[in-house]
């Protein structure tokens, strides 16, 4: 048998190990140059991740100051390092570039992120031609360029500051009560009111203040209810017209103060009575309409004024006491029904008393009926004067009464102080 020598037997199973260890420290070598490669070569992406946007704005209502500006705005995406950026903003063809020493505002803290915005002040116009870039360096060293998308120009008017009320004058606007006493608005001393404060026809002003419904309040339209202002001693103005179809007008200043009705309208289904405590009332160009009940002015020992015209449907009824009823060529006419009047004396020169009904004047002294018209239609017209009475002054005074041949009574017949008699009927 054929032996063969050990050390030339081949040496199989010692190779194997060394093999594998070979093997694989050229696998993991080549994962580690694929991965090396794929960081290294690794590109940008192909556009800059952020949702940029940019407005025309100005801030003082009008274009072309410095007032004006261009607005970036951060809608989204990655947050942009200001380390990182470059800005290139063109305006009518001229270009501005920001970078990290000059981009400031959002940017100051290091950063422009989502919601932040960045402005630049610059005089624009409306039509602008303008062109925005923002040019962003990544990690990798590679520079994308971004062009930013216009979103709106605006510039809306500035707000109007409010406008303090007018002072000094007598209707503001609105309804106030008057604390000084001139029946006149002063801001910053006496109180507005809020319409909707008297416009449902209550209001009973403060102690010592008055009340004054100016021509802006317009129409008080109370369906079921009394309409009912007081004065708290000061002025009582009623200039807006006044409306209850059902029930009564009350127009009262309870402490003396002056009560004046201007160039309106009262209507109520029952009765219109305007009262003063003692204070002047004055009526000028008022259309009393009392569809039931009667029209009362009652001063209280106040003068009462007529100006101009003082009409109502039914009875009208002037009471001053021992005040004065100064209706100086103004006409006071009753449609339906008749008028009284009691007063401390009567200054009416060139007036026109007019009733469908009775005419009745009661006067403690003076009558001054120069050149006026008494007027009944169907019924008597009587002057009754006491005979303290000093003066009754009816020269060229016209009376119209359909009874006792168009001759009206003057009682007593004590008429001392009587000057002058009526060429065509008249007083007797």
């Known amino acids: 048998m054929r032996r063969t020598h050990p050390r030339l037997r081949p040496a199989e199973d010692g190779a194997s190990p060394v093999v594998g260890e070979i093997l694989l420290l050229g696998i993991v070598l080549a994962l580690a140059g694929l991965v090396a490669l794929s960081i290294l070569g690794k590109e940008p992406p192909s556009s800059l991740q952020s949702d940029l946007s940019y407005d025309l704005l100005c801030t003082d209502g009008s274009w072309g100051d410095a007032n004006d500006a261009v607005v970036l705005r951060h809608g989204g995406g990655e947050t942009l390092e200001r380390d990182r950026v470059r800005l290139l903003l063109e305006v009518d063809g001229t270009r501005t570039e920001f970078d990290r020493e000059t981009l400031g505002g959002a940017f100051q803290d290091g950063a422009f992120s989502i919601g932040e915005t960045w402005a630049h002040a610059t005089p624009l116009d409306p039509a602008a031609v303008v062109h925005v870039e923002l040019a962003y360096r990544h990690a990798q060293g590679a520079e994308q360029l971004k062009t930013v998308v216009e979103g709106q120009r605006s510039c809306p008017p500035l707000p109007v500051p409010p406008v303090p009320p007018p002072s000094g004058v007598f209707d503001p606007g ?57 004065s708290g001693g000061g002025c009582l103005v009623i200039a807006t017209p006044l409306r209850t179809p059902n029930e009564h007008v009350n127009a009262l200043d309870s402490n003396g103060g002056p009560l004046r009705v201007v160039d309106t309208s009262l209507a109520a289904g029952k009765s219109v009575v305007l009262r003063s405590d003692g204070g002047d009332v004055t009526l000028e160009n008022v259309d009393a309409n009392a569809v039931n009940e009667h029209l009362t002015v009652d001063s209280g020992g106040g003068d009462v004024t007529v100006v101009g015209t003082l009409a109502a449907q039914k009875h009208v009824t002037l009471d001053a006491g021992a005040g004065t009823l100064v209706a100086d060529g103004a006409t006071i006419r009753s449609i339906n029904e008749g008028i009284t009047v009691d007063a401390g004396e009567v200054v009416a020169p060139d007036a026109v008393f007019h009733g469908q009904k009775q005419l009745r004047m009661t006067v403690a002294g003076d009558v001054d009926l120069r050149r006026t018209e008494l007027r009944s239609d169907s019924e008597t017209i009587t002057l009754d004067k006491t005979l303290d009475a000093n003066l009754l002054q009816i020269q060229d005074a016209e009376v119209f009464e359909p009874n006792d041949n168009d001759r009206a009574d003057v009682r007593p017949d004590h008429t001392q102080g009587v000057v002058g008699v009526p060429a065509v009927g008249g007083l007797e």
């Open 174 to 230: 609105f309804p106030y009560e008057d604390v000084d006493g001139d029946c006149l608005y002063q801001d910053g001393v006496d109180v507005a009111l809020d319409p909707a404060d008297v416009l449902d026809g209550v209001h009973h002003a403060a102690a010592g203040n008055g009340l004054v419904l100016p021509p802006s309040v317009g129409l008080v339209d109370v369906p079921s209810s009394d309409i009912d202002f007081h």
